[in-house]
């Protein structure tokens, strides 16, 4: 028997799995062997596709940015979501605060989400 292709997900919510068992169940159904495996985190998702104890991962941007650059550019993307293709950061500033370059947030703070999030829009502070 053919080994299956095996697809990382992070488990962010419960329906996750339902909702990778219907991709596994449509693939093995016609023809294509699939399985996958369920990460806690992204750091452990690109860990164990960099090792090559996954095939895939269905990563977010911001998983993507990072396995790209561990990588050594040598990762590929192989499909996107339609709501990811206009991805971007934006920084928003008070007008009194003479922002008006990224030169001059040097020493500045910021408020960001969770380093993994990408609706947190932050690859421009981590990477």
Known sequence: MKKPIVV???AYDPKIVTIWDIIRDYFNDNGVRLDYVLFSNYEAQIEYLLSGKIDIAWN???AWVRTY???NHKAQALLMRDTDIDFKSIFIA???KNINS???LKGK???LGSKDSAQAAILPYEF
């Open 8 to 10: 990382g997900s992070v």
């Open 60 to 62: 977010t941007n911001v």
């Open 69 to 71: 650059e561990l990588s």
């Open 94 to 96: 008070k007008t009194n």
């Open 102 to 104: 990224i030169s001059d």
């Open 109 to 111: 703070k910021f408020g």
